[in-house]
């Protein structure tokens, strides 16, 4: 069954440390992946996007993900975290050339971001 | 440009009431996705309108149902409310159906 995978329920990072945050999918072919962002209270955004080419990709508030076929994972990182960064985050995912009447996300059960000052 | 706007924010049920959630989608999308996020089962994915139509329907029971206006907006019902049903319901729009998908705050459904 296709399936994404968020393996830590919760991180603690120290502001100004770095981060990454893991996401392992299981499906037939390369998906289009994502990730997004939680606020509590609020609803999801969109930090970034994979579809295709440059695997290194480049996101909003200072975030990327890096694309890795053989392990089939796109994890999330950031250099030096902000306190502000402290929130939920989900990977989804959506099959290639999903679109119109058959997209639909799936998404990980997310990796809770705890910003110690 | 207004994002999509959810109402109303929270909401408290009985068991066996229904409920009806509102969603305006951003102006110029056509497409609504609705989806259910619960601490149990994460965020799953319940139908998405597009003109008017449901085009896709995730795995949840007939007591979810929706529908889209000619103005785009959309309204999801839950009829025989279950404690389960306790969810934060995102709703979310697009141009045609597609990425990127843009979501609204939610409402928080609390079933007693």
């Known amino acids: 069954a296709q399936s994404v995978t968020q393996p830590d329920i919760h991180i603690t990072v120290s502001e100004g440390a770095s981060l990454e945050l893991r996401c392992n999918y299981s499906?037939?072919?390369?998906?289009?992946l994502f990730w997004y962002v939680q606020s509590p209270g609020q609803g999801l955004q969109l930090l970034l996007k994979?579809?295709?080419?440059?695997?290194l990709v480049q996101g909003i508030k200072g975030f990327e993900a890096e694309f890795k076929r053989s392990q089939s994972s796109f994890n999330l990182r950031k250099p030096s975290v902000h306190w502000s960064d402290a929130a939920e985050y989900f990977c989804?995912?959506?099959?290639?050339?999903?679109?119109?009447?058959?997209?639909?996300?799936?998404f990980g059960k997310g990796t809770l971001l705890t910003v110690n000052p | 440009k207004a994002g999509v706007t959810q109402t109303p924010r929270y909401l408290i049920k009985t068991r066996g009431q229904q409920v009806t959630l509102s969603c305006s989608p951003i102006?110029?999308?056509?497409?609504v996705s609705w989806y259910q996020q619960t601490p149990g089962q994460g965020l799953q994915f319940l139908f998405e309108?597009?003109?008017?139509?449901?085009?896709n329907k995730g795995n949840f029971p007939g007591r979810f149902s929706g529908r889209q206006f000619s103005n785009s907006r959309s309204e999801m019902n839950v009829s025989t409310l279950e404690l389960g049903d306790s969810a934060l319901y995102l709703c979310?729009?697009?141009?045609?159906?597609?990425?990127?998908?843009?979501f609204g705050n939610g409402t928080r459904l609390t079933v007693t």
């Open positions: 309108y597009f003109s008017e139509t449901q085009r």
């Open positions: 979310a729009s697009s141009l045609e159906g597609g990425t990127p998908l843009h």
């Open positions: 102006s110029g999308h056509r497409s």
């Open positions: 989804a995912v959506v099959p290639q050339n999903s679109g119109g009447s058959n997209y639909k996300l799936t």
């Open positions: 499906y037939g072919a390369t998906p289009y």
């Open positions: 994979y579809f295709s080419g440059d695997t």
